[in-house]
């Protein structure tokens, strides 16, 4: 997903303008939030948020209410035009990390049981920062901080971004299944972009040797190397030539033993297939069995990739 900057305003006045916009075709077509909620569909507080200017919206929203309300394409125009992060803080023990985030040539990390910032939705942020944080102000600010971060690098050209994800970052539910199932599409979109390749790890694999702990290779202009690691509420950064190449050839090894991005993709579908499932009712005869076509279609699309179990989310 790509997010353009604005052209000129702050980014209150236009999200709010946003929001103003969203509820007057809504109350033309004479629907509450709650009705708009149920044909996206999404919580009703998703979109009293977005309406009074507090939620960053994505654009796969923008697009839905497009077409629920017959607005022509007017709220995804709009959307692409808003600057939605801007001039945010981040906390003081982050900010080296995101002034090397904003002007790093390449990233490359590993990461266990979450999502790495840079790749989450905004629902998925919100619901991490919800578990911690009791304001619900601070959690949106602090959404805000960590999308503003991804801009540059979910964007055509932006810098190079390499990540190997344990299987515990799809498997660890932040949210509910639904929150998991729209971040692991993202996951498959963001995949796509030219600049950026996932991997994942899968749990059962015990012959591929993983760091002790995430981290990240980051490399600035001209050729500056630094190791970041983080535990609680401290970053660590390191650029010791011989600490970066020690971290280096373990990393390099992880992403040669992991499963290669595209068949990474083929796990991230299965995962959000199961999410798709979750609470639903049995599917019909008919369904089952055009299930298993695609599934096969699947498998003979991907003969060559590592067999190992598909598992399916615990309850």
Known sequence: MSRRNAEGGSAATTAAVFGEVLKHFREAADLTQDGLARQIPCDRS?????EAGTR????VFAKACDELLGTGGVLLRLWGRIDWYPQVEHPDWFERRARMDAEAVA?????THVVPGLLQTPDYAHALFARRVADADEVEHRVRARLSRQRRFLT?????YVVVLDESCLRNVVGDPAVMRDQCAHLLSVGRLPNVRIQVAPADRSDIDRPDTPLSLITLPGGHNWVYSESLDHGHFNDDPSVYGRHGQTYDVLRAD??????????????MEGYEHHGQPPAERGDLDQEQLQRGKRRRLHRSRPRYPRRRPRP
Do not use: N
Request: aromatic content about 4%; cysteine-free.
């Open 56 to 59: 960053v919206p994505q654009d």
């Open 258 to 271: 992991a499963p290669s991005a595209r068949e990474s993709a083929v796990l991230i579908s299965d995962v």
């Open 107 to 111: 990233v490359r990390a590993y990461q």
């Open 156 to 160: 055509p050209g932006g810098p190079l």
């Open 46 to 50: 998703h979109v009293a948020r977005v």
